[in-house]
T-cell receptor
Framework: DVKVTQSSRYLVKRTGEKVFLECVQD?????MFWYRQDPGLGLRLIYF???????EKGDIPEGYSVSREKKERFSLILESASTNQTSMYLC?????????????FGQGTRLTVV | TQLLEQSPQFLSIQEGENLTVYCNSS?????LQWYRQEPGEGPVLLVT?????EVKKLKRLTFQFGDARKDSSLHITAAQPGDTGLYLC?????????????FGTGTRLKVLA
């Protein structure tokens, strides 16, 4: 079974802190994604990566950065956490076939910024 | 811009009832996926539909891809409390030469015993 593991289930951070969310997948998938999920807004794509050291902005990249130094690991960084970044963060990985993406998700990290 | 609209947003039904959830877009998708998410967990893939008009069945769940590959539906027969969750459709979107994997707005289903 594909396993995507996020480093924390719950995090509480203070405004202005630098926050690292880590994600590891064990299936040698090329693609990795970071989404945030908020009530009424659904899943919104923050960043994704289709290869090591490659990254692409999603729909809401402002206030975030990412790092992919190894194929299995994709990190989301909040440079200076703000209260409006309180959310559920979901990491996913996939192998892309021709027009078919099937994503496998981690369990999510619920981040609260106080 | 949200390209995948789901309806209804919320659905609360009694055990044993049937229901249909819709996923609509003005764009053509090469495939669509359906996921179910339970509270506090990440979404889990249920099915992929690829061919226009395709119908796939997963026990009491029937998934259909529209002929024009712009929409999809999920029909649940004789719903059970275990079907409770957030149902999401998703697909690849190409815009300005960039590929993105986007999700629909979601349908939150509650099945009452």
């Amino acid at each position: 079974d594909v396993k995507v593991t996020q480093s924390s289930r719950y995090l509480v951070k203070r405004t202005g802190e630098k926050v690292f969310l880590e994600c590891v997948q064990d299936m040698d998938h090329e693609n990795m994604f970071w989404y945030r999920q908020d009530p009424g807004l659904g899943l919104r794509l923050i960043y994704f990566s289709y290869d090591v050291k490659m990254k692409e902005k999603g729909d809401i990249p402002e206030g975030y950065s990412v790092s992919r130094e190894k194929k299995e690991r994709f990190s989301l960084i909040l440079e200076s956490a703000s209260t409006n970044q309180t959310s559920m963060y979901l990491c996913a990985s996939s192998v892309t076939g021709t027009g078919v993406t099937e994503a496998f998700f981690g369990q999510g990290t619920r981040l609260t910024v106080v | 811009t949200q390209l995948l609209e789901q309806s209804p947003q919320f659905l609360s039904i009694q055990e044993g009832e049937n229901l249909t959830v819709y996923c609509n877009s003005s764009s053509v998708f090469s495939s669509l996926q359906w996921y179910r998410q339970e509270p506090g967990e990440g979404p889990v893939l249920l099915v992929t539909v690829v061919t226009g008009g395709e119908v796939k069945k997963l026990k009491r769940l029937t998934f259909q891809f529209g002929d024009a590959r712009k929409d999809s539906s999920l029909h649940i027969t004789a719903a059970q409390p275990g079907d409770t969750g957030l149902y999401l459709c998703a697909g690849e979107s190409y815009s300005s030469g960039t590929y993105k994997y986007i999700f629909g707005t979601g349908t939150r289903l509650k099945v009452l015993a």
